[in-house]
């Protein structure tokens, strides 16, 4: 079960970064339609079940939200956000987010009334790439690919927030 979510909020995000890429015309999608859009499409193809598709658009959207907010507020770079060597995220993901980045950015804005929401990530929940603070005693942990949020190694906390600084 761990490891269909991981893979789902992969394939996901391609087909978020997809339909952005591919929508043509007088309409511009949101990150919103495209989340949907994503969502609905893993469930009418059996790859999950309505609520698991709804969860993991909700990590996606989470991640991406806090992402762009770290480069609108701190005038960062997405490397920045990530707290590690970027060499270290595959190329085609690191291609994916940075442009979800620079679209969720563009949107953040309409995101905001879900920001109280959005800030805390929760062990069993999925996460992409990026650092986390344990909410409890500060250890910091690493994701450098998508992937479950354990508990905190150190105190075993199971809230976490992304750095502030």
């Not at 978020?16 to 591919?22: G, K, M, S």
């Not at 909700?58 to 806090?66: F, G, K, M, P």
Request: hydrophobic residues 35%; proline residues 4%; aromatic residues 6%.
């Amino acid at each position: 079960m761990e490891n269909k979510l991981i893979k789902a909020y992969e394939r996901m995000r391609e087909r978020v970064h997809e339909f952005l890429q591919n929508t043509s015309g007088d309409i511009v999608p949101t990150l919103q339609d495209a989340l949907e859009s994503a969502k609905e499409q893993a469930v009418h193809l059996g790859e999950l079940t309505k609520d698991e598709a709804e969860r993991v658009k909700d990590y996606l959207q989470r991640d991406l939200h806090d992402a762009a907010e770290y480069v609108e507020q701190q005038r960062g770079e997405l490397a920045d956000w990530l707290r590690f060597d970027v060499q270290l995220v595959e190329e085609r993901i690191w291609d994916s987010l940075s442009k979800l980045v620079d679209q969720t950015t563009v949107e953040l804005a309409q995101l905001r009334e879900r920001a109280n929401l959005l800030g805390e990530w929760h062990t069993g929940e999925i996460t992409g790439p990026g650092t986390l603070v344990c909410t409890k005693c500060g250890e910091v942990l690493h994701f450098h690919k998508t992937g479950h949020i354990p508990p905190c190694p150190k105190c075993h906390g199971t809230v976490f927030k992304r750095p502030s600084d």
